[in-house]
């Protein structure tokens, strides 16, 4: 499974491309008409569209309240993520503002740029086996990688939680069909990482799941 990775960017200040502060210029007629207009709305993810070139809305912070992806040359994969105040918005369609500062992504061929730090680009992403849903046989090496040691696939609920101490959490999964059986499954938090332990009917580990701490399911 994919897991978060974050690699430092680079800071600096870079050089608006024509074709942005363009598609800035008509994003600005767009959020102006809507001040007039009831009918042309910017409240939303991708209410304003200047195709192919950037597609964004009114859904940010109140220091930075429009966020825009901006594809460059309209291309779908290269493209940067960029969090504007409406005055930038102004600034920038009027040619006052010609450079902004954003964090580069360091990968060669990437080309990532944002203006929110938080925000992760593809390369901030590894492929981890030993990450998410474990399979059986990796238990015991998923989380000796975790520092978690004395529990194999053939553990039982009861053995875990002698070698682990009591759970944070514990319960029975409720979706799926109500008259299946349900499976109990126990949760740990450790090292970063939360632990999710699902056994069958007698108590034996059927899953593993490992995520980072502040993971929630649904997200
Ligand atoms: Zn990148």
Partial sequence: MLRRKPKEKERSKVPIPDELRAAIQEAFYII??????????????????????LIGGRVGSKKRPFEF???????????????????????????RMTEL???CCRTPDCGHKTSDPEFLCNCDYENDPYFGHIEVADTVEA??????????ETSTKAQIILALGPPKE?????????????????????????????FDGSGRLRKLTIMEADWKPGI
């Fill in 32 to 53: 102006k008409a809507s001040k007039r207009d009831p009918d042309v709305q910017v409240n939303y993810g991708d209410a304003i569209q200047v195709l192919p070139w």
């Fill in 143 to 152: 989380l000796s990688r975790c520092g978690i040691t004395g529990i194999s």
């Fill in 69 to 95: 992806t901006y594809h460059i040359g309209g291309e779908r994969s290269n493209c940067w993520h960029l969090g504007l105040h409406s005055l930038d918005i102004e600034d920038i369609a009027d040619g």
């Fill in 170 to 198: 514990s319960g029975c999964d409720s979706y799926g069909d109500a008259f299946d059986h349900v499976p109990p499954w126990i949760k740990y938090e450790r090292n970063h990482c939360q632990f999710h332990f699902q």
């Fill in 101 to 103: 500062t954003l964090y």
